[in-house]
C-alpha cells in the first residue's frame, strides 16, 4: 500500500461518497435538534427512502421519480412519527424505536413481494444516479480522481448545509425554531405555533433522510438490501451531535465518519480482519461521542 497523492485522491473522494448520504440524515437530525426533538426514527425513514427509491426505479426507470418516491414516502413517514411525537405526547424513544423496527420488518416483507427475493435485490435494469462529468479535469489527474464518480445530490449536500446555516441563523422561522428548542412555553406564549414547526420539522428531516437513503442505495452501486442502512440513521445523529445541531458543524462531523467507512473499506484487503475493519465506523462512533462528551464536561 503506497501513500502517495493518487492514494489520497482515492481516499478522499470515497470519503465524500460515504459521508454524503450520513450529511443528509445528519442535518436532519441537527433541525430536530433544534426544535428539541430527540428523533431516533431517521433510521427507519432512511431505509424507507432507500426501498422507495429502488421500488420506483424498478417500475419506471426514471431517477427523477424514485427520488420523489424516496423523498414523500419518507416524509410520510416522519410525518406520522411526529404527529405521534408532538401531538399526542408519545415519547420520542419509543415512536423512534417503533419506527425503525416497523419500516426494517415491511421493506423486508415488501423486498420478497414485490421483487419475489431475500436478503437483496439486484438487476441490470435499475438506472442509477447520474454522475458529475469531471473530464474538464483530464490534466490534473489527481484531482479528477477526487472528484470523480461523485453525483449531483453528493454535491448539493454542501450547498444544502450552507442554504440551512442562513436559514436557522438568518431568517425569522429559524429564530422561531431555535426558540422552540430553547423553551416552547415561552415560544408559545408570543404566538408561535410551537407543535406545527416541530412536526413540520420532523417531516422535513424524513425528507433529507429520504435523500440519503436514494443516495445510498442509487449513487453507488444501485441495489437494495435488506437493512442497507446499517445503522447510518444512528451515526448520522452521532455527526449532528459532535457538530452541536449546527449545519456546517455536521458537514465536519460527517466527514469525519465518512472518513472511517472509506479506512474501513480500503482496510478490507489488508491483514487485518474484516470483522475489525467493518466494525471501525462504529468504533469510532463510541469514541467520537465518549470524547465529546468528555469535552462538555470538562467545559
Same mark, same amino acid.
Given at each position: 500500500?503506497?501513500?502517495?497523492?493518487?492514494?489520497?485522491?482515492?481516499?478522499?473522494?470515497?470519503? %465524500?461518497?460515504?459521508? !454524503?448520504?450520513?450529511?443528509?440524515?445528519?442535518?436532519?437530525?441537527?433541525?430536530?435538534?433544534?426544535?428539541?426533538?430527540?428523533?431516533?426514527?431517521?433510521?427507519? !425513514?432512511?431505509?424507507?427512502?432507500?426501498?422507495?427509491?429502488?421500488?420506483?426505479?424498478?417500475?419506471?426507470?426514471?431517477?427523477? +421519480?424514485?427520488?420523489?418516491?424516496?423523498?414523500?414516502?419518507?416524509?410520510?413517514?416522519?410525518?406520522?412519527?411526529? +404527529?405521534?411525537?408532538?401531538?399526542?405526547?408519545?415519547?420520542?424513544?419509543?415512536?423512534?424505536?417503533?419506527?425503525?423496527?416497523?419500516?426494517?420488518?415491511?421493506?423486508?416483507?415488501?423486498?420478497?413481494?414485490?421483487?419475489?427475493?431475500?436478503?437483496?435485490?439486484?438487476? !441490470?435494469?435499475?438506472?442509477?444516479?447520474?454522475?458529475?462529468?469531471?473530464?474538464?479535469?483530464?490534466?490534473?489527474p489527481v484531482v479528477q480522481a477526487m472528484f470523480s464518480s461523485l453525483t449531483w445530490l453528493d454535491l448539493f449536500a454542501f450547498v444544502l448545509a450552507i442554504l440551512l446555516y442562513f436559514f436557522l441563523f438568518r431568517t425569522v422561522t429559524g429564530f422561531h425554531m431555535r426558540s422552540v428548542g430553547i423553551n416552547k412555553t415561552a415560544a408559545t406564549s408570543l404566538g408561535i405555533?410551537?407543535? &406545527?414547526?416541530?412536526?413540520?420539522?420532523?417531516?422535513?428531516?424524513?425528507?433529507?433522510?429520504?435523500?440519503?437513503?436514494?443516495?445510498?442505495?442509487?449513487?453507488?452501486?444501485?441495489?437494495?438490501?435488506?437493512? +442497507?442502512?446499517?445503522? &447510518?440513521?444512528?451515526?448520522?445523529?452521532?455527526?449532528?451531535?459532535?457538530?452541536?445541531?449546527?449545519? %456546517?458543524?455536521?458537514?465536519?462531523?460527517?466527514?469525519?465518519?465518512?472518513?472511517?467507512?472509506?479506512?474501513?473499506?480500503? %482496510?478490507?484487503?489488508?491483514?487485518?480482519?474484516?470483522? %475489525?475493519?467493518?466494525?471501525?465506523?462504529?468504533?469510532?462512533?463510541?469514541?467520537?461521542?465518549?470524547?465529546?462528551?468528555?469535552?462538555?464536561?470538562?467545559?
Open positions: 500500500m503506497t501513500f502517495d497523492a493518487n492514494y489520497l485522491a482515492v481516499v478522499f473522494n470515497s470519503t %465524500l461518497r460515504m459521508m !454524503t448520504p450520513i450529511l443528509y440524515v445528519g442535518l436532519g437530525s441537527a433541525l430536530c435538534n433544534r426544535v428539541f426533538i430527540f428523533n431516533i426514527g431517521l433510521e427507519g !425513514t432512511m431505509l424507507t427512502g432507500a426501498f422507495a427509491a429502488i421500488v420506483a426505479n424498478y417500475f419506471t426507470g426514471s431517477v427523477i +421519480i424514485s427520488l420523489l418516491t424516496a423523498m414523500i414516502s419518507a416524509m410520510i413517514v416522519s410525518w406520522v412519527a411526529g +404527529i405521534f411525537m408532538v401531538k399526542f405526547k408519545g415519547a420520542m424513544l419509543v415512536v423512534g424505536v417503533s419506527i425503525n423496527t416497523l419500516m426494517a420488518g415491511v421493506t423486508t416483507f415488501l423486498m420478497q413481494t414485490i421483487f419475489g427475493v431475500k436478503g437483496a435485490y439486484v438487476s !441490470t435494469d435499475l438506472v442509477s444516479l447520474p454522475k458529475v462529468d469531471v473530464s474538464f479535469l483530464s490534466r490534473w405555533n410551537a407543535d &406545527r414547526l416541530q412536526i413540520g420539522t420532523i417531516a422535513f428531516s424524513g425528507l433529507l433522510s429520504g435523500i440519503g437513503g436514494c443516495l445510498l442505495t442509487m449513487g453507488g452501486v444501485t441495489m437494495f438490501a435488506q437493512n +442497507i442502512t446499517a445503522g &447510518r440513521g444512528f451515526i448520522a445523529m452521532a455527526a449532528a451531535t459532535l457538530g452541536a445541531a449546527h449545519p %456546517l458543524g455536521v458537514v465536519v462531523g460527517s466527514g469525519f465518519f465518512g472518513f472511517a467507512q472509506s479506512m474501513a473499506n480500503m %482496510l478490507q484487503n489488508s491483514a487485518i480482519s474484516s470483522q %475489525l475493519t467493518m466494525a471501525l465506523p462504529y468504533l469510532a462512533t463510541i469514541l467520537a461521542l465518549a470524547i465529546y462528551n468528555f469535552a462538555q464536561q470538562r467545559r
